[in-house]
């Protein structure tokens, strides 16, 4: 088969790096059309700056990369140094990128690559706020209809949130943008904290990404190490969770992963529960599903994948 055509959507941070290295790295499976970057875990100059600099690691300067929304659609930006540290990429001493950003827009590039390629042959992996998407669906609506999926990391349900009681940082940073994804009618495949908190970097499987003796390998070492202290002290946990490399390795080998279709609603009213995604897991209402809503993942057939694959680079 040949590789699906993609477009990743991004706020780097840490581990939306190690998500691109691993897209990167798998050109029989991913095609990467473009990187377009939005503003979330840090601002946006940050974010598109993080992302030239991992393709220039990588070693493929020919990915086009665009800058996107600054903002969300209706809140004050929220972001994650606390997280990431002030550069969203802490860890690595990363030389700064010789690649340019394109001209255009990044929402003008999501809508005049789904009108160029054949229907439902393009997929969006959103690996930050859903921002960009939403501008892209309110104003161009006839590329719905012409997304072959949408892939995303964010949510909870049993894990419930990481940013507030009761959201996932993603979804909470834009709200609205995300009800109007989950209310496009497009397919869309939830990798959920529920997954992501599953995926965990514990000492053997960083020293792993370390033995490959490579500049991507000690790279995506020393940003785990500094951005796991952060969840070890969180959670109490063995590791921090990998999370959206979950979204990349889901396109390689959709079998490392399970789930349910279920109805995800976001709320957008209230203060206490803002950016909350409502999951009907246990069906008990009416409304109808528009997620596949996953729950699971074969933690150490992912890594094994994940290592094998940036061994490549």
């Not at 959670?235 to 789930?259: K, M, N, Q, R, W």
């Not at 709320?267 to 206490?272: D, F, G």
């Not at 074969?298 to 680079?313: E, H, N």
């Amino acid at each position: 088969m040949s590789p699906r055509k993609v477009i990743i959507d991004t706020d780097p941070g840490q581990d939306d790096a190690v998500a691109l290295l691993l897209a990167l790295a798998s050109p029989e499976d991913i095609d990467v059309l473009g990187i377009t970057c939005v503003a979330g875990n840090v601002p946006l100059a940050l974010t598109s700056k993080n992302a030239l600099m991992i393709c220039e690691l990588a070693g493929k300067v020919d990915v086009p990369v665009y800058a996107g929304c600054d903002r969300p659609l209706g809140r004050e930006l929220v972001t994650a140094e606390h997280v990431h540290g002030e550069t969203g990429l802490n860890g690595p001493v990363l030389p700064d990128p010789e690649m340019a950003l394109q001209s255009d827009h990044a929402v003008d590039f999501i809508i005049e690559t789904l009108r160029r390629e054949k229907p439902g042959t393009v997929t969006l992996c959103a690996l930050g706020p859903l921002t960009n998407l939403a501008k892209a669906l309110k104003k161009a609506p006839d590329i719905a209809d012409r997304v072959q999926e949408i892939v995303l990391m964010g949510g909870a349900y049993f894990e419930v949130g990481n940013i507030t009681p009761t959201a996932e940082f993603n979804i909470y940073v834009d709200p609205q943008a995300a009800d109007i994804v989950f209310k496009s009618d497009i397919h869309i495949v939830v990798m959920s904290l529920d997954v992501t908190h599953k995926a965990l970097v514990t000492s053997a499987r960083n020293d792993a990404f370390r033995s490959l003796g490579t500049r991507v390998g000690t790279a995506v070492a020393e940003m785990t190490d500094f951005f796991e202290r952060f969840d070890k002290e969180k959670y109490a946990s063995e590791g921090a969770p990998l999370h959206d490399p979950c979204v990349t390795a889901y396109l390689i080998d959709p079998e490392l992963f399970s789930g349910r279709h279920v109805n995800v609603e976001i709320e957008t009213q209230s203060e206490l529960t803002m950016g909350m995604t409502v999951v009907d897991w246990w069906d008990v209402t009416d409304r109808p599903s528009n997620a596949l809503f996953m729950g699971d993942i074969d933690a150490d057939g992912f890594f094994a994948l994940l290592t094998d694959r940036l061994a490549r680079l």
